[in-house]
C-alpha cells in the first residue's frame, strides 16, 4: 500500500501479484479527507485485509510540508499497527518514473520563486538518482552534462517556465 500526498496530487496505490490498483486526484487541501477512504476501496477491490499487506510504501518528498507530514503519519501510523516495514520513496524519484527516457530531470513546483528538482538514470525496473535532491530558483539549476534529457513534473512551469525556456533545446517533454 503506498501514500504520495507531496503535491496537489492525492495519490494511493496497491500492488498486488504484479497489479497495481491506484486512486489519483489533483486534489488541493483535499488530501486528509481522501487519502485513508481510497486505501480503504483499494484493499477492498483487491480483496485484501490489512493484515495482508507486507509493507507500506510513501512519498518522503520533498514537496509540501503539510502533504509530506499527512502520508508519513498515515503510512507510519498502518506500518505500526500491522507491524510492517515503512518504506520511504522519494517524490522526486517517483516521478521520473513515470517520464519516458534513459535520463530523467524530475521537477516540482516548490512555490516562493523556487523548485525541488533532481536528476535521474533508468535502473532496471526503476530509476536512480544521478546527483542530490536540491530546491532552487528554476534559473539557477544546472542541467546535467549530455543529450537525450527528460523533463517531468510541475517545476517546468514554475516561475513562469523559466526551467523548460532555459532548456528547452536540451530537453523533452
Not at 496505490?13 to 476501496?41: C, K, M, N, S, T
Not at 530531470?105 to 535502473?123: H, K, L, N, T, V
Request: with cysteine.
Amino acid at each position: 500500500l503506498a501514500f504520495e500526498t507531496a503535491t496537489e496530487a492525492c495519490s494511493i496505490a496497491v500492488h498486488v501479484d504484479g497489479e497495481v490498483r491506484e486512486r489519483f486526484e489533483i486534489a488541493p487541501r483535499r488530501h486528509a479527507e481522501l487519502a485513508l477512504p481510497w486505501a480503504e476501496q483499494l484493499l477492498a477491490e483487491a480483496g485484501l485485509a490489512k493484515s495482508q499487506l507486507d509493507a507500506i510504501a510513501v512519498g518522503r518528498g520533498p514537496g509540501a510540508f503539510t502533504g509530506v507530514r499527512l502520508a508519513i503519519a498515515i503510512a507510519q501510523g498502518i506500518a505500526l499497527a500491522l507491524d510492517r516495514p515503512l518504506l520511504p520513496v522519494s517524490t522526486l524519484a517517483a516521478l521520473a518514473m513515470r517520464a519516458d527516457g534513459e535520463h530523467t530531470i524530475a521537477a516540482i513546483d516548490a512555490r516562493m520563486g523556487e523548485i525541488y528538482a533532481a536528476s535521474f538514470r533508468r535502473a532496471g525496473d526503476g530509476v536512480a538518482a544521478t546527483g542530490d535532491e536540491v530546491v532552487v530558483a528554476p534559473a539557477e539549476f544546472v542541467l546535467p552534462a549530455g543529450t537525450g534529457w527528460h523533463g517531468v513534473g510541475t517545476g517546468f512551469a514554475a516561475a513562469d517556465g523559466v526551467l523548460q525556456a532555459r532548456w528547452q533545446d536540451r530537453l523533452s517533454w
